[in-house]
């Protein structure tokens, strides 16, 4: 595969920007120790509700995952291959930006998050995927370089998990989709949720009807400020925004497994009605919340390291991978799916550091020919600022 070697100029340009992307250790997490899963607060937690005090709560969860389901066109059905409690699998969870003003046609991903599971070995990684990911599409409604958030606008789940297969090189199992009035409803529903804000931030709501101001320190965030703290771009970087969202999951699953929550439940549940769409069938999601009430799953959480720049055909801002990240990363997901063995990067103690020098060219222009070129690429990018 060709890939392509920035010059020191751009590399120093570059390098300055993403010193902290470099460090691609995952980082192990023990905050939901005998829980759920990462992402299961937003498609198992009816499961989970229902199993533990039954009755009509149950049928209610039952009934939210029978509506959820939308399997996808010409794709096997993984819920009869694929053992839940046993079977290593993995999930591509899409939060998409859709109001009322916004039809689901002209929707995007706003959020692009993988998840490996392994049952057999407790480990569950997590991947937040930029969303401004250059990339090459190939959909029945579009084929060329764009952005990978733009996948699902053009061919909905079937393309955007299309194209972060053909990204990560690894097979994708299922998708959840969530809209963000899911989002906003589950954290109102469960009365808030602390977050430490770092700086003071003003930003749109979802529908740009007025704009949400945060003062910085540890608070409680409704479901419309939690949203627009986890979606600003203000601040710093695509990259950055991918950690808050992580952030803000994190403080609504701590919230949700309180005690003081058990009310909110049943509200939880009825917020996620007609703002979830998943493949995962409602036998499958109860076996995995039963199965995760007795594991002791442990988290490794991974970002890419990463370059950016303008593209000049469209003026817009990439974000290009690096080779080795891209690799490495691949590699540490392939082998939690037991598609790869282990080798020495799944050493104890080993640390894996991006020598920032050669870019994917699944993430770089190319010509028709398949040679990158800078002739596409405009060096004045954007200067992020870090917290």
């Known amino acids: 595969m060709n890939s392509r070697k920035i010059n020191d100029r751009k590399m120093n340009h570059h390098r300055n920007r993403t010193r902290s992307e470099r460090h691609l250790k995952p980082k192990k997490k023990s905050l939901l120790r005998r829980g759920i899963q990462f992402f ?31 399997p996808r066109k010409n794709a096997v059905d993984m819920n009869e291959t694929i053992v839940a409690d046993a079977d290593p699998f993995s999930i591509l969870v899409m939060g998409i930006d859709d109001n009322e003003e916004r039809q689901l046609g002209t929707a995007r991903t706003d959020t692009l998050l993988l998840v490996t599971v392994n049952p057999k070995t407790e480990v569950v990684n997590t991947l937040s995927i930029p969303r401004d990911t250059f990339t090459y599409l190939e959909t029945e409604n579009f084929t060329g370089y764009s952005k990978i958030n733009a996948a699902y606008t053009y061919n909905q789940e079937d393309g955007a998990i299309d194209a972060v297969e053909n990204l990560l090189s690894i097979p994708i199992n299922f998708y959840a989709t969530l809209d ?38 540890l608070q409680t965030l409704n479901g419309e400020e939690a949203l627009a703290f986890a979606r600003t771009r203000k601040i710093d970087n695509d990259i950055k925004r991918g950690e808050r969202q992580q952030l803000v999951i994190q403080a609504v699953i701590k919230k949700a497994l309180s005690l003081g929550s058990i009310a909110s439940y049943p509200d939880v549940i009825n917020s996620l009605s007609d703002h979830l769409w998943t493949d995962m069938n409602s036998s499958t999601m109860m076996t995995l919340a039963k199965s995760s009430l007795s594991k002791n799953y442990e988290f490794n959480s991974f970002v890419f390291s990463w370059m950016s720049f303008n593209y000049s055909y469209t003026g817009e801002s990439m974000v290009g991978i690096y080779q080795d990240s891209l690799e490495y990363i ?14 020495e990067r799944d050493a104890p103690g080993y640390e894996f550091q991006s020598d920032e020098v050669t870019v994917s060219d699944k993430t770089y222009p190319l010509y028709e020919d398949g040679v990158q070129s800078d002739d596409f690429v405009n060096e004045q990018v954007y200067d992020p600022v870090y917290w």
Do not use: C, R, W
């Open 40 to 70: 299961t607060i937003l498609i198992l937690l009816g499961a989970l509700a229902g199993i533990a005090y039954g009755g009509k709560l149950y049928f209610d969860a039952e009934n939210l995952m029978d509506k959820a389901y939308k």
């Open 180 to 217: 963000f009035q899911a989002f906003e409803k589950i954290v109102d529903a469960l009365g808030g949720v602390e977050v430490d804000v770092p700086v003071a931030i003003s930003e749109a709501n979802a529908d740009v009807t007025k704009m949400i101001e945060l003062e910085p320190g």
């Open 330 to 343: 691949s590699h540490k997901l392939k082998v939690s799916l037991g598609l790869e063995a282990e080798d």
